[in-house]
């Protein structure tokens, strides 16, 4: 039996209608295998996506699209160790992918 992840789109509905992402750089807190960043980042400039868990984050670069590999950034890290080493005001966008359940 095959298994279908929001076949009715009403994720990407509430992604686009909680945030504005067109031309954003956006932030990505928890971004697992990448199921919600393909619904949003082809309008945005820039996503960082990050997670602490190595096997999510190999899942996520082995799914990436080809049309978003220069826009998706995805990376292996926690967020406390990412704050402590980015600058607060460099994403116009931030998410927390589960704040959506």
Do not use: Q
């Amino acid at each position: 039996m095959t298994v279908l992840t929001d076949p009715e789109g009403d994720e990407k509905v509430a992604l686009l209608e909680l945030a504005d992402f067109d031309g954003a750089d956006v932030l990505e807190i928890g971004c697992g295998d990448g199921r919600l960043t393909w619904r949003y980042a082809d309008r945005a400039a820039r996503v960082t996506a990050i997670d602490a868990f190595e096997d999510a984050i190999a899942r996520a670069e082995s799914g990436l699209p080809e049309g978003l590999r220069g826009t998706v950034r995805f990376r292996r890290v926690a967020f406390e160790d990412f704050s402590a080493t980015t600058e607060s005001n460099v994403f116009d966008v931030t998410i927390l992918s589960w704040s959506l359940c």
